[in-house]
């Protein structure tokens, strides 16, 4: 269980608090907007209405103590910036911050964010993949050209082996594990049978599976 400190209850805020509640974390939540600040309270372990961009406020909550500080304010940018430079200052183990544009990604990573999500760039790249491709079902970007993909069988592969398929050497893809439904099989052999109701997680480059699956 890991302790999160949560800054803005907009959608974005609101959706992580949401999740994290689910997977059964600590969150103290805060926002500025007392309404937003009520709505939230069934699903945090606390909750504070309150500036951020205020160092007094953020010193008070004992920043250091959170495994990791979550700044989900996306429109504002100023509140946004000043929040994750104090955080960085105070003492903040990680701090990840929401940019909303690109010269806001490059601001923050100066300023204090160990790590930034941008939303909408990030959905729209996976959209871009995911909806291009009749054969890849969902992706993990790994670094800007590697990431793991799951895709699903071409009808030709029905019944071969991996072994027989060999991906590896013909296109630099490496097989991780195969899903069947939910449940997920990560020893993978040259005699492993590819079957129809699977798909199968692989690592490799974007190109190359392109290649490999043919979109
Ligand atoms: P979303 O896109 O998540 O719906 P939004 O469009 O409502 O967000 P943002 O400007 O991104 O608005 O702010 C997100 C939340 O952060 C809002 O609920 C806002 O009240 C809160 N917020 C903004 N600035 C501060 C601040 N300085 N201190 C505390 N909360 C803040």
Not at 159 to 165: A, I, Q
Request: proline content about 2%; aromatic content about 6%; glycine content about 6%.
């Amino acid at each position: 269980m890991k302790s999160i400190l949560l800054i803005g209850l907009g959608r974005f805020g609101r959706h992580i608090a949401i999740k994290l509640r689910e997977l059964n974390h600590q969150v103290m939540a805060v926002d500025h907007d007392e309404e937003k600040v009520q709505e939230i309270l069934p699903y945090v372990t606390n909750a504070q209405i309150g500036d951020s961009t205020s160092e007094s406020f953020l010193a008070s909550l004992g920043v250091g103590n959170y495994d990791v500080c979550i700044v989900a304010i996306g429109n504002d940018f100023q509140s946004s910036l000043e929040t994750t430079s104090l955080l960085k200052e105070l003492g903040a183990k990680l701090v990840v911050s929401r940019a909303s544009r690109d010269v806001h990604e490059k601001f923050l990573l100066r300023n204090g964010a160990d790590e930034v999500i941008y939303p909408e760039k990030q959905l729209a790249n996976w959209t871009a993949i995911r909806y291009s491709s009749d054969h890849i079902l969902d992706y993990i970007e790994l670094d800007g050209e590697h990431a793991v993909y799951e895709v699903s069988i071409p009808s030709h592969w029905i019944g071969k082996t991996v072994g027989e398929m060999d991906i590896r050497r013909k296109y630099n893809i490496n097989i991780m594990g195969l899903k069947d439904g939910d449940k997920l099989e990560l020893t993978v052999t040259p005699d492993t049978v590819l079957e129809e109701s699977k798909t199968l997680l692989v690592l490799g480059r974007y190109k190359d599976i392109l290649r490999c699956f043919r979109q």
